[in-house]
C-alpha cells in the first residue's frame, strides 16, 4: 500500500538540517515526486533544536506527520536520544559521528555514522558536512538521484552562492563514497 | 527559488495564500512580521508591488489592519496576516470593519497560546477567538484550509465573500498548515479571480446624483441586501462609524433604523448562508461513526479513516472548510445514521465540538485532542476503532 518514504532529520539551528531537507525536497519534486517539507524549530535565532520531517511520494500525502520514520538523519545526541525509537523496523539510522557521545544501541534497524564534519572541514568547508550526510542517506537509500539533488542545489543556491555548487557536489559524492568504504569493510 | 520549466512547485501554505490573494486582485497589504505568519507577509512583500499592489511593513498589528481598512475604503481589496498575539489586538478594528461594512480579509496562522506562547509550535486555540472576537456576537465568516492548495483556493473565496458581504472574512490557518512546503501543480489551480464589491454609480445626471446621494451611505430596501460601495474620496459623501448608525451613516441611539441596522449585519450573512457553505464529505453508507475534523487535522483524520476502512470498519468522514456560518444542512446530511461522532481538533477541550454539540441529536460526541504537538492518524484510529 505504501509507497511513500517518511524521513526525520533532526540536529541543532545552524548545521543545515532544514536546508538538508528542503534539498531533498527539490530533488524528489524534479523527479515528479508528492512532497511534504515540514519544518519544526524553537523560537530561538541561533542554537536550539531544529528538524524536519520530509515524505516523499508517488501518491497525494494526506498526513504530514505519521508516528514512525522510514530513516532517521540524525545530528546531535538529544536529537538521537529523541528519535532513535521512532524509526520503523528495518529502517535507517544516519549519524553524525562527532555530535554523538552515546551511540545508538538498536539491533533491528541498520546505523551508520559518518564523520562528516571531520569530512567536511577536509573539503575545507564544515557547512557541506550536511551534504556529506546526504550524500551517505541517498547511497543507501536512493530515493532521488545525486544528478537531481545537484539540479536542486542549483536551484536553491541564491546568485551570489553558486560558487560553492562544486565543493557541495564533492561533498554529495564523498559521502555516498564514505558509506561505500564502510559497508566494504563489514562485508 | 523557482523551477519555471515545470509547472510543480515546492510551496508553503503561507507562500500559496499570498499568491491566492494576489491572483483575487488583492492590490493592499499591510502587515507586522509573527511566526508562523510571516511567510504570507514577506511573500506579499515580494510580490505585491510587481502586480501593480502595495506592501505595507505596519509599526504593529493595530495600525496593520488600520492601514488596510483605509485602503478598502478607498476601493482596493486588502489583505493582512497574523497570529494569536497579533489578533488580540486586531480584534478592535476587525469589528469597525464590521460596523462599517467594509470588505477586509484577514489571515489568521494560529500557533500554540495562550500570550505569546509557542512562536513556532502549531495549534487550533484560536477558533473560538476568531468567530466570537465581537462584542455583541456578531457571525464572521471562517474559512480553514487543509493544506497548501486549499490555502491558495480558499484565499481566492474569502476574497469574493468579503467583497459580496462587504464584512472582514478570517481566513484560519495554522502553523503546519501554513508553513509546511509541498509539491503544487500549477496547471490544477484554478484561474478564477474573486469577486467585486457591489459598486455600480453611472449617473446620467446630476439630479440622480443627487437623489442617490440622499439615500445614504449604507441605503438598503431589505435588511439582506448589500448596501452599494462608493469610495471614500470619490464623487459621493461616504460617512462611516463605528458606532451604531442610521442608513445616511449617522451616529445614532436606538432608533428603529439603527436597530435595523445592526440586525442587517447579521442578517446579509444569514441570508446566503447556505450559499457559503463549504465541505468535504466522504461519507459511508453502513457508517455507525462520524468523524469531524478541519485545518491541519483532517489530513491525519483522512489517514486514520483509511486505515479503519481498510481493517473492515466502515466509518464517515466530514471536513469542515468553512467553520463559520456553521454548514448547517450538510452537517445534517453527515449525521443521518449516525450514532458516534468523533471530533479532530488540536487544541485542549474542543473547542469547535462545544459549538458542534448542538447540531447533534442523540449522537454521542467524542474528542480528540492534545496541544504541543500534531494529533497523529493512529490516535484517531484509536479513537474510532475504540
Known sequence: ?187 | MSFSSSVVQLRSGNQMMAEGAIQAGCKFFAGYPITPATGIFKTMIDLLPANAGVALSAPDEISAIAYCIGASMRGFKTMTATSGPGWSLMIESVQYALMTETPLVVALVQRLGPSTGGATQGGQGDVLLAEFCTSGGYTLPVLCPTNAKECFELTILAFTWSEILRMPVILLSDKETGMTVESIDYSTLSNATSQNRPSNFAFRDYGEFQKEQRKGTYYIDALQEIPTFAPVGGDRKVTATGSAHDKQGKLQKNSPETIDMLIHLEEKLRWRHDDFSLVNMDLQESAKTLVISYGITSRAAKDAVGAARNVGHAVSSLVIQSLFPIPVKKLAQALDGIERVVVVEENMHGLYRSVLERYCNGQRVQGVNKIGAMITPKEILNAILG
Open chain 1, 1 to 187: 500500500m505504501t509507497t511513500a518514504h517518511e524521513i526525520i532529520i533532526a540536529g541543532f539551528g545552524g548545521q543545515g538540517v532544514l536546508s538538508m531537507g528542503q534539498i531533498l525536497s527539490y530533488a524528489a519534486m524534479v523527479e515528479g515526486k508528492e512532497i511534504s517539507w515540514m519544518p519544526s524549530y524553537g523560537p530561538e535565532m541561533r542554537g536550539g533544536t531544529a528538524n524536519c520531517t520530509v515524505i516523499v511520494s508517488d501518491v497525494r500525502i494526506s498526513s504530514p506527520i505519521l508516528s514512525k520514520y522510514d530513516s532517521a538523519i540524525i545530528l546531535n545526541q538529544p536529537s538521537l536520544d529523541k528519535f532513535a525509537d521512532h524509526v520503523k523496523p528495518g529502517g535507517l539510522l544516519l549519524y553524525e559521528k562527532s555530535t554523538i557521545i552515546n551511540p545508538p544501541t538498536r539491533s533491528d534497524i541498520e546505523i551508520i555514522g559518518i564523520s562528516a564534519v571531520a569530512e567536511a572541514h577536509k573539503l575545507t568547508s564544515k557547512q557541506v558536512a550536511n551534504m556529506v550526510l546526504l550524500g551517505a542517506f541517498l547511497s543507501r537509500r536512493p530515493i532521488v538521484s545525486l544528478e537531481n539533488v545537484v539540479k536542486a542545489l542549483k536551484q536553491v543556491l541564491p546568485a551570489h552562492r553558486q560558487h560553492l555548487l562544486p565543493i557541495n557536489e564533492q561533498a554529495l559524492k564523498r559521502g555516498k563514497e564514505l558509506v561505500n568504504e564502510l559497508i566494504g569493510e563489514s562485508v
